[in-house]
């Protein structure tokens, strides 16, 4: 168990461009969430799957966001026309979705830079 | 709404010492878990200990314990025998039912420890 990873773990961009960030959950987890966290504050949740279902998404998550998790295993997360506001860490998480309450497990996350 | 408060931005222990970082949080469900999560500086969030709401005992986790008071709405981590290894961000936790169990985060407390 190689636990989850996230790649890259740095994006540069500039403002207007598009990026897209890659989530590998632990094997055989098949619940995988997507947090955004700004500097100086908590994980705020964006969206989560129940294996390749997309079954929650938060008011966090406009338009130019989308997520996949094609087959049920990784996801990506990709956001369009980047703006300065987008800059921040994204944390995928994920947990085995056998019931309620699991604990989660977090990757290092990806670090996003919009210039 | 559930919402996770964390009122001490920031705390400073020296080594050896204990320390007690609070958190408080709003709920109207009867049954469900709470998290203590600690992020290092430029780490990944790891687990530090949970607790089952309808569990009277405390949980303990080596040196990490907490303080549950179900009916205060009151979650507070204890760390004793502080080690220079503890100082991280600490972030409270709890899991929204109607998201997937996503996790509502406080804005996190960092914890500095001195030798």
């Known amino acids: 168990d190689t636990g989850v990873s996230q790649n890259p773990r740095h994006k540069i961009t500039k403002r207007g461009q598009n990026v897209t960030f890659r989530c590998d959950p632990i094997?055989?987890?098949?619940?995988l969430y997507w947090y955004r966290q700004t500097l100086g504050q908590g994980p705020e949740f964006l969206t989560y799957?129940?294996?390749?279902?997309?079954?929650?998404k938060s008011r966090l998550l406009s338009d130019r966001f989308s997520a996949e998790r094609p087959k049920g295993s990784f996801s990506t997360l990709e956001i369009q026309r980047t703006e300065q506001g987008d800059s921040a860490m994204y944390l995928c998480?994920?947990?085995?979705?056998?019931?309620?309450?699991?604990?989660?497990?977090f990757g290092p996350g990806t670090r996003l830079l919009v210039l | 709404a559930q919402t996770v408060t964390q009122s001490q931005p920031e705390m400073s222990v020296q080594e050896a010492e204990t320390v007690t970082l609070s958190c408080t949080y709003d709920?109207?469900?009867?049954?469900?878990?709470l998290f203590w999560y600690k992020q290092p500086p430029s780490r990944q969030m790891i687990l530090v200990i949970r607790?089952?709401?309808?569990?009277?005992q405390n949980a303990t986790e080596n040196r990490f314990s907490v303080n549950f008071q179900k009916a205060a709405k009151s979650f507070s981590l204890k760390i004793s025998d502080s080690q220079l290894g503890d100082a991280a961000m600490y972030f409270c936790?709890?899991?929204?039912?109607?998201?997937?169990?996503?996790?509502?985060f406080g804005k996190g407390t960092s914890l500095l420890v001195t030798p």
């Open positions: 998480a994920s947990s085995p979705g056998q019931g309620a309450w699991e604990t989660q497990y």
């Open positions: 094997s055989e987890h098949n619940r």
């Open positions: 799957f129940q294996n390749e279902a997309q079954l929650e």
């Open positions: 709920t109207s469900e009867s049954d469900y878990y």
């Open positions: 607790q089952e709401a309808y569990k009277q």
């Open positions: 936790a709890y899991p929204n039912s109607n998201s997937g169990y996503a996790l509502n």
